[in-house]
């Protein structure tokens, strides 16, 4: 039970800071970006993943787009709605 416990700690600090470097690596994108690639707005910044990753998309910076949450918000509804990828939105 010990082993198999340390086993499971181990993986889940691993995860952990992966999912830190990870997200230090997409922070430092939007702050070089600076501004949302559709309107220009410099609030609420988000990486916007081109191949969502459940289709295999990775955090590659060709496969990101900075958009602020309002456009990122307008183009995951559109993508719903439509049931496609709409990428005319972003410039």
């Avoid at 700690?9 to 470097?21: H, I, L, P, T, V």
Wanted: hydrophobic share 30%.
């Amino acid at each position: 039970m010990e082993i198999t416990q340390s086993i499971t700690d181990r993986y889940a600090n691993y995860k952990k800071e992966q999912n830190m470097r990870k997200d230090s690596w997409l922070k430092s994108i939007r702050d070089i970006v600076g501004e949302c690639e559709s309107c220009g707005s410099t609030e609420d910044l988000t990486c916007h993943h081109i191949k969502k990753r459940s289709e295999g998309g990775n955090d590659n910076p060709f496969n990101l787009a900075i958009l602020c949450m309002d456009c990122h918000d307008i183009l995951n509804f559109a993508e719903t709605a439509k049931g496609e990828r709409i990428f005319s939105l972003v410039s």
